[in-house]
């Protein structure tokens, strides 16, 4: 794969403004510290396995959330921190200081004590920010809820952490989150503000919406400001060191691939610690960034939001939802530097970019997670946005968001066909299923160890312990390569490997070689039941405009030579846009769905044999 990708870079970098700005030889893969140092293995055997230790030249630092905001008042206290676009509402780090203090005095005055959990359940609004970090200097744990849920969701998430107070927006989309509340509790509708008794949900005391409608047993966002006085701010701050860093601080739930989503736990060290790291890789310091992300996903609140507040960096949040011509608004008019989304929202972003032809002058870097970029995108950021630094992120929600990340004066090929470089203060090992170490360059699971690892599943020791064992090393769960150099990609994800006639196929392969056509946009594969073999592949692909259909002898004369034959999907469907959960993962189940729908001729697509 590595080899066919540096073919289809080479391709490129004929291209006139790809040349100029990355010379032919930076494609070689360079051995760099990153301005650090690494753990040298002491006998050959060592040497050729796959084991890597990353450290920081700065050490880590033991702070809580709250600490960090107060730290960064002191230091950027005019700079803008964070930047609502779409609700014209902006905060100072010195004055976004001052109102989280009221929200933390606000919620302790509603009687949560220290460790009680605080729902968050909406889209990209200034509130949530608010609440989330007054949770942080509350010592309360915020708990991310995806906006997209319905009730039945909902429910779960509030009673498998026992969520004592929740915070919403009244509406957003089709969603009016106060009935869906008042459908879980109806007693809300007698309660006293602040005093809910809920059979159902009998740990839920407070619900919060940010309205200015009289909601009964509500309260309104406003009021919670209200609620604390002078002496109840400097509560808060005498509350600070008490909160320790070790602590938890939020608990993200996990996509819920299979089963009921987990709940992890993170602490206010993994937070800090995170965002100065990846801040450092990123060039945070004074950048403006405009957040397609949601914040509720660990890539929106540890690699978007931590980062800004640890180097003093502004975030700008165009619009409560993704929506590609709001960033692009945000973006000239916010003057923004920055630029974080996944490789789908991009090539949204580009193709309303096409479109609209806004004066896009400022934009200096992109981030992106989830997946690495195609050469084609990679060239669409940089001509079309004008990106002129690109940054991969690659990480999972139990080791707070980032475990590898791309770097300054990292090659093209790097940027392009790895996840980065292993993150300062990490150990990673790549093993096999003995939990034997590998060479390196050869597939196995990841495994992570250091600061960043979660502190469990809340209310799941069983579940913990299968997945952090007594040595501390987590298991990703992702099939992966580890270069001696400290670089790494992934294969694909264990659980969605497809076996085919026992062959053994990793899904992401085949996307990264379907994503280098020139016709397709995004390709996703996933396994269908079949007689024979057991497993088929079927490719879903969303293609450029104007092109004609592709079929399987399209992509089986694309193939020759280069992909193994029992790789190359059986079926082919093309779509329009992909099923996504709020944070941009899709849904391959729904592919799945999909795919049977079609079998069954209850769909008008075809599926092409």
Known sequence: MIIRRAHILTKHLSRKSFASKYPAKHLSIAVRSLSASTCSPTTPWESNQSYFCHKSKNPLVYRNVGQELEK??????????????????????KTLLEEVDRIAAGFLKLGLQKGDRVGLWGPNNMHWYLSMMGACRAGLVSVGINPAFQAPELEYCLKKVNVKAIVSPLTHRSHNYYEIISSLCPEIASSQKGDLKSNNLPHLKAVIIDTEENLKGALKFNELLDIGNGGDLKEIENLQPHIIPDSPCNIQFTSGTTGQPKAAVLSHYNFVNNGIHIGHRNQTFGARICVQVPLFHA?????????????????????????????????VDEKCTVIHGTPTMYVDVIRKQKELDLPLSTLKMAVTGGAICTPQLFLDMQNILKVKEFRNVYGLTEATASIFQTGPNDSVEQILNTVGHVQ?????????????????????????????????????????????????????????????????????????????????????????????????????????????????????????????????????????????YFKVPRYVVIVDEFPKTTSGKIQKFKLLEQFQRIQKGDMAKEVRN
């Open 72 to 93: 960064a008042a002191r230091i950027h206290g005019t700079t803008e921190a964070i930047v609502s676009y779409h609700e014209n509402k902006r905060y100072t780090f």
């Open 299 to 331: 890539f929106g609140v540890v690699v978007t939001m931590m980062p800004a507040l640890t180097h003093g960096g502004t975030l700008v949040l165009p619009s409560p939802a993704f929506n590609p011509e709001a960033s692009l608004r945000s973006i």
């Open 424 to 564: 300062d203060d990490l150990e990673v090992k790549v093993v096999d299923t003995n939990g034997n170490t590998v060479p390196f360059g050869q597939p196995g699971e990841l495994y992570v160890r250091g600061y960043s690892t979660m502190l469990g599943y809340y209310g799941d020791e069983a579940k913990t312990r299968e997945t952090i064992g007594a040595d501390k090393w987590l298991r990703t769960g992702d099939q992966f390569v580890l270069q001696p150099d400290g670089y790494g990609r992934i294969v694909g994800r264990l659980k969605e490997m497809i076996i085919r006639g026992g062959e053994n196929i990793f899904p992401k392969e085949i996307e990264d070689f379907l994503n280098t056509h020139d016709n397709i946009i995004e390709a996703h594969v996933i396994g269908v039941p079949d007689e024979r073999l057991g497993e088929e592949l079927c490719a879903f692909v969303r293609l450029q405009d104007n092109t004609k259909a592709i079929t399987r002898d399209t992509l089986k004369e694309f193939s020759h030579g280069k992909l193994a």
